[in-house]
């Protein structure tokens, strides 16, 4: 049983820094991957960053060159640094695991079709103006 905890959310005010962590009690993600999935009210569920095993790493293009996600060296502890954020960042973030086929793995890797493997409850976070 995998299980991904989050924690960091909270508010802060546009232009403003935040940190979200997650936490797994072991990695075994190698071929496909981890990141941080956000969910706005009314809008569908996105892919903000990825890092693979080999420290492939995504981002969707909103948040290039202000989010940065990272792993700790046992790679138990996956974070997201967020800078500079926006009132459009404002979401229920969500830590996975097992990414999609292609998303930081290659085209034949043994990795889901659509959807992550293994999801975190989410945590809150709010960008005021």
């Known amino acids: 049983q995998v299980e991904l905890v989050e924690s960091g959310g909270g508010s802060v005010q546009a232009g403003g820094s935040h940190k979200l962590s997650c936490v797994v009690d072991?990695?075994?993600?190698?071929?496909?991957?981890m990141g941080w999935y956000r969910q706005a009210p009314g809008k569908e569920r996105e892919l903000v960053a990825a890092?693979?095993?080999?420290?492939?790493?995504y981002y969707v293009d909103s948040v290039k060159g202000r989010f940065t996600i990272s792993q700790s060296n046992a790679k138990t502890i996956l974070s997201l640094q967020m800078n500079n954020l926006e009132t459009d960042d404002t979401a229920v973030y969500h830590c996975?695991?097992?990414?999609?086929?292609?998303?930081?793995?290659?085209?034949?890797?043994?990795?889901?079709?659509?959807?992550?493997?293994?999801w975190g409850q989410g945590t809150q976070v709010t960008v005021s103006s």
């Open positions: 890092i693979g095993g080999d420290g492939t790493t």
């Open positions: 072991r990695y075994s993600f190698e071929a496909c991957g």
């Open positions: 996975a695991a097992d990414l999609p086929r292609g998303v930081v793995s290659g085209p034949v890797a043994p990795c889901p079709r659509q959807f992550p493997n293994y």
